[in-house]
């Protein structure tokens, strides 16, 4: 056996021994969920800074909770919108379709017609609400789950699901995993799947379009659980140093696969504190709240208009469904957190909302909601009609050696060429 | 300037601003930025020092006066971030030139690098590329220690998506960095920083030389560039082929004409995309090969050489490829002249290759 170098405390020095803290979410499967110790403060209480205050004058807003939207569906405060009736109903259908398409996709997962899907089930706000108070040529640096994005841009709901299907008409020619769209048109960039990688990249999108006099700016979007990569902190330096036109949003749905919030920090402090450590603007929402996610994606947008600087958004929301469609709740959470989720769901509350206002009522939601099942349902014959992944190869096989570079250099044409050799002689 | 750099120079060279100049390394790689920053309102040059200061090694040196702040600026001490950042300003539109400070601290990148930069094209499908140029100075011979030191270009070469760069004089480093530059595609430009300030014969204990009188120091001060993946016969011979690239080349060199070994010696210049028909073509005439590099041995970029060779040049083979490199050793401070590959250890190589 290797020697071991660890040093045990053979000494016995007389002191107590050190002990080491591994969080533990506080409910387990088999719990029953209960969130009444949470601090929610009234939807009318938080202060709104002016755009362009210092952020060290503001740092309570990293530790409180922007609302608008209160417990009846009114929406109140210093932080509300008022944003006319069509914007809101807008809104409320893009929301609608969001979780429409993600029902359809996930079942076309389960029916073998692709081999992954990502819901964002409990969070179409913190998409679909922000692409609506930014501008459409702002530009977009998602991780992926933020579907919500192109669906509130109108982008094509069958070129996205073609790009699940890794069909003929994908875009992407069936290279990325399902959901890892790239839509330039739409202001919308290549999703990695590496975690927030995209970060310090929409930072340098941002530095570039300030150092050229643009008027546009990027935001980013991350989860709680990844902004303990080193890509978040130096994001988060370069957009502090250059006061780069960037918004900056945490995705703080409470669990990063099975490892709850604890594991990237939440027992000690919020994800907007991160803020200000790094004397950036930061704004702690309720990320099931689409007013709230407007004002604040607004407010942080014409900040950075004014050149005064970067903001770092946490959207506090909740994960209902499971990671992926590789993963199982079950197995690590309490079935009920979901149902039992203090800040309700983002859909049922705009929708009470809109009725409230005498602009919506429960038959023209259920007509609508029939009608986007209906929509999805036809997108996705229409897109299957280009072929479902794993029935045929909807690529030419060549195309996999293009776009490595710009030109294809030699020893890719030289494995090009054996792979056609290879096929031949196997007969294909 | 030789023959065969003369050669490619006149092909895609602006003649009326090409006077040559005497210059360094370095002040070739200044000139270059230079040159496209004044072509290009697109490119643009950061990184840790490289602005007011003019970067540790004063390749950027004063070019943040020339062209400002918005284009040429010190960064955070973060090489994760100064690569993130670069692909969103490709992704913007810029034409970004990261500097490094040493290859040694370019692990922090290493997965904006090698999963977003070199793998953006292939996976937007074009939509989106990143057209970064990283120049990093790399390797050793300057009692640099472990952290100061390395040639990492191994790592890099292995990657999909990457070009990977390494001049071995002034001229050529002006003219790969300027055709990096116009290159569309991610490219790492390792510079051999212990031949910045002058040709390294492998004695360490002699003199330093400077690039003063050397043929290759006499650089044009405008534009011109040297096509990627097109190497240079440094030396034609009938002995054996040497492949090499970066300090190295001034090593062989030097070591060959000590030995009176009449030997070809091809700088590679560029690893990928790699000019295999020279290679290939030297290695059938000669029949013996010799790769020499100061990269660790063990899955280095000369095991890809010595396979690429095995595999097109087997029945003009005479006798087994050689590797000489550094040892798979951290590079070691004080045992520095110890561990570098240098005139006995080629010497030696050669030997073997040559006794029967």
Request: with cysteine; charged share 25%; net charge negative.
């Amino acid at each position: 056996m290797a020697e071991r170098h660890h040093s045990g405390n053979e000494a016995g020095r007389n002191l107590p021994p050190l002990s080491l803290h591994v969080p533990e979410p506080h409910f387990r499967p088999g719990d029953e969920a209960d969130f009444s110790t949470f601090d929610i403060p009234a939807a009318d209480a938080a202060p709104r800074p002016d755009e362009t205050a210092a952020a060290s004058d503001m740092r309570d807003m990293a530790y409180g909770l922007v609302r608008v939207l209160d417990e009846d569906g009114q929406a109140v405060g210093n932080w509300n919108p008022n944003l006319p009736p069509e914007t809101l109903l807008r809104m409320l259908r893009a929301m609608a379709l969001t979780r429409a398409f993600d029902e359809r996709m996930f079942r076309a997962q389960r029916q073998g017609k692709t081999s992954f899907y990502m819901k964002c089930t409990g969070e179409e706000a913190v998409a679909v609400a922000a692409a609506m108070a930014l501008d459409r040529d702002d530009m977009c640096f998602p991780s992926y789950r933020q579907q919500g994005l192109l669906i509130a841009r109108d982008w094509s709901i069958v070129d996205m699901m073609n790009q699940i299907y890794s069909n003929k008409a994908d875009r992407m020619r069936g290279r990325q995993l399902p959901i890892m769209y790239s839509v330039r048109e739409a202001g919308f960039f290549s999703i990695s799947g590496n975690l927030t990688t995209q970060y310090p990249q929409a930072v340098g999108w941002a530095m570039a379009s300030a150092a050229r006099g643009d008027t546009r700016i990027a935001a980013t979007w991350c989860g709680e659980g990844s902004t303990a990569e080193g890509d978040f902190h130096s994001a988060c330096t370069f957009a502090s140093v250059y006061r780069a036109p960037v918004i900056m949003n945490v995705v703080n749905n409470q669990w990063a696969i099975s490892s709850f919030s604890g594991f990237a920090g939440a027992e000690a402090t919020t994800f907007a504190a991160r803020a200000v450590g790094y004397g950036i603007a930061g704004l702690r929402i309720d990320g099931n709240d689409a007013l709230a996610v407007y004002a604040a994606t607004r407010w942080a947008a014409d900040r950075a208009r004014s050149n005064a600087g970067p903001t770092l958004i946490e959207h506090f929301t909740y994960r209902v469904e499971g990671h992926s469609t590789s993963d199982d709740p079950g197995q690590y959470r309490s079935a009920d957190e979901g149902s039992h989720w203090p800040l309700g769901d983002p859909i049922a509350r705009l929708k009470q909302h809109c009725i409230g206002l005498g602009i919506w009522d429960e038959e023209r939601h259920t007509a609508m909601d029939a009608e986007l099942a209906t929509m999805v349902k036809d997108a996705a014959r229409e897109a299957e009609k280009n072929g479902i992944l794993g029935h045929g190869m909807h690529q030419p096989f060549e195309t996999m050696f293009e776009d490595v570079f710009e030109e294809m250099p030699w020893h890719l044409r030289e494995q090009l060429q054996q792979a056609i050799d290879e096929k031949k002689a196997a007969g294909i | 300037m030789s023959e065969v750099a003369k050669e490619v120079a006149g092909d895609v060279a602006d003649e009326a601003d090409s006077a040559p100049k005497q210059m360094n390394m370095i002040q070739a790689i200044n000139s270059a930025l230079d040159v496209m920053m004044a072509r290009d309102p697109d490119v643009i040059v950061m990184g840790e020092d490289v602005g007011f200061f003019g970067g540790v090694f004063r390749a950027t040196a004063g070019l943040q006066a020339k062209y400002g702040k918005n284009r040429v600026f010190d960064t955070p001490i973060t090489e994760c971030g100064i690569i993130g950042v670069a692909v969103g300003m490709g992704a913007y539109g810029l034409r970004p030139v990261p500097e490094i400070q040493f290859a040694d601290y370019i692990y922090p990148a290493l997965d904006q690098l090698v999963s977003e930069a070199a793998r953006l094209r292939y996976r937007s499908a074009g939509e989106f590329i990143a057209p970064m140029t990283v120049r990093s100075p790399f390797g050793g011979g300057i009692f640099g220690g472990q952290t100061h030191s390395q040639s990492p270009e191994g790592i890099f070469t292995h990657v999909s998506g990457m070009k990977t760069v390494i001049p071995s004089t002034p001229y050529d480093a002006k003219g790969l960095l300027i055709a990096a530059i116009e290159d569309n595609d991610p490219t790492l430009f390792f510079e051999p920083k212990r031949i910045y300030n002058g040709p390294f014969d492998g004695h360490y204990d002699r003199p330093a030389k400077s690039w003063a009188g050397h043929a290759d120091a006499q650089v044009p001060e405008g534009y011109y560039k040297i096509p990627l993946g097109k190497a240079r016969t440094v030396r034609e011979g009938g002995a054996l082929t040497i492949l090499c690239y970066g300090t190295m080349v001034h090593v062989v060199v030097n070591t060959i004409a000590d030995a009176g070994v009449d030997a070809e010696i091809i700088d590679l210049r560029t690893l990928v995309p790699l000019d295999i028909e020279a290679i290939e073509a030297s290695v059938k005439k000669t029949g013996r090969c010799l790769i020499v590099h100061e990269a660790t041995r063990t899955g280095g970029f000369g095991a890809e050489l010595s396979a690429q060779v095995q595999e097109r040049c087997f029945h003009h083979l005479e006798a087994p490829i050689e590797r000489v490199t550094g040892f798979d050793t951290p590079y070691p401070h004080s045992l520095e002249w110890a561990y570098f590959p240098g005139p006995i250890r080629i010497r030696e190589a050669m030997t073997k290759i040559l006794k029967d």
